[in-house]
């Protein structure tokens, strides 16, 4: 059994908050969280639309989990600085 990538983002809201999460599938979980498929969470529906900003992998689920809430513990700051320019 392959092993899936798991990802953690940074999103941008059309209010510039910051939105952070993990999933298997960046292109669907963005789809969701902009309103193009069913789904995304309750904070950024009203907030759309959003961007990605960042994202880093993980071999499983438990080291994106624990990767997501290091981040969810930063304060902006700490998180834009993160993201570096492109």
Excluded at 22 to 30: A, I, P, Q, S
Excluded at 48 to 55: E, G, I, K
Aim: aromatic share 6%.
């Amino acid at each position: 059994m392959q092993e899936q990538t798991w990802f953690v983002y940074i999103l941008e809201c059309k209010d510039n908050t910051l939105y952070t999460g993990v999933t298997t599938d960046l292109d669907r979980r963005l789809a969701e969280h902009n309103g193009d498929l069913p789904g995304g969470a309750k904070y950024t529906r009203a907030r759309r639309p959003v961007r990605l900003l960042y994202q880093e992998t993980h071999e499983n689920r438990s080291q994106a989990c624990k990767r997501e809430s290091e981040i969810k513990k930063m304060n902006s700051e700490q998180k834009r600085s993160l993201i570096k320019p492109i």
